[in-house]
């Protein structure tokens, strides 16, 4: 199972607005960058990936799962972009902030250190369990 990390201007799209989607989860639609496009196309059904609030919090909030793979977004009239349908799994007891990242030396190469900007993104299996720790979830 890969992981990865979604990016959403909480005042757009929140975690709570992710938990309320339910279980039907909500089609991660709107992406317009070619690599995190390209991101999106490797995913398979049961990856999941940290919900991350960005601009305002900055931080790692909590953990989705893929439930539907890619697909093209209906909003692209040009049919070069596609979502992913997501749905909420677990909240994080404590957010792992960007400065917590950026601070702890084990997390140095993650994407979110070197290219911020990136709005899906992949993290590594060490990653993955650090940032978990940090937030208070068992791996």
């Not at 975690?15 to 279980?23: H, I, K, L, P, T």
């Not at 390209?38 to 960005?54: I, L």
């Amino acid at each position: 199972m890969a992981h990865w990390l979604y990016k959403s201007e909480p005042e757009v799209w929140s975690w709570d607005d992710q938990v309320a989607a339910g279980e039907a989860g909500t089609y991660w639609e709107g992406v317009r960058n070619h690599l995190a496009n390209k991101h999106m196309k490797t995913m398979a059904v049961g990856d999941r990936g940290f919900f991350y609030h960005s601009n305002e919090g900055k931080a790692v909030v909590g953990v989705v799962e893929v439930v539907v793979a890619w697909a093209p977004d209906l909003a692209d009239p040009k049919g070069t972009f596609g979502a992913v349908t997501l749905k909420a799994v677990e909240p994080f007891p404590t957010p792992v902030t960007l400065a917590t990242i950026k601070a702890d030396p084990r997390l140095a190469e993650m994407v979110l250190v070197k290219n911020s900007r990136l709005s899906v993104q992949p993290v590594g299996d060490d990653e993955w369990a650090v940032v978990r720790a940090l937030g208070g979830l068992r791996s």
